[in-house]
């Protein structure tokens, strides 16, 4: 549980840094994005991602995306 807490907090200082204003982040031609989310779980039948009964704040996710244009109508991301 320690890991995935400092890979948020990494993902966190380098959406920080890499996004500004704009929310993303330019290398070159390569573009790059990121997000951060956190969830709150709470269900009394269907505890299959966590245990959901009493309430809990187990539901987070990271991602960062790069992209850029190879050609006029050709995209990669």
């Not at 840094?17 to 993303?24: E, S």
């Not at 709150?40 to 809990?56: C, I, V």
Request: proline content about 1%.
């Amino acid at each position: 549980m320690k890991k995935i807490w400092m890979l948020h907090i990494l993902c966190i200082l380098v959406v920080s840094v890499c996004a500004g204003p704009a929310n993303a982040f330019e290398l070159g031609d390569i573009e790059i994005h990121g997000f951060i989310s956190q969830g709150y779980l709470l269900s009394d039948h269907n505890n299959y991602m966590a245990d959901t009964e009493d309430g809990t704040f187990q539901f987070n996710e990271t991602g960062i995306s790069f992209g850029t244009e190879l050609l006029d109508q050709l995209r990669v991301s």
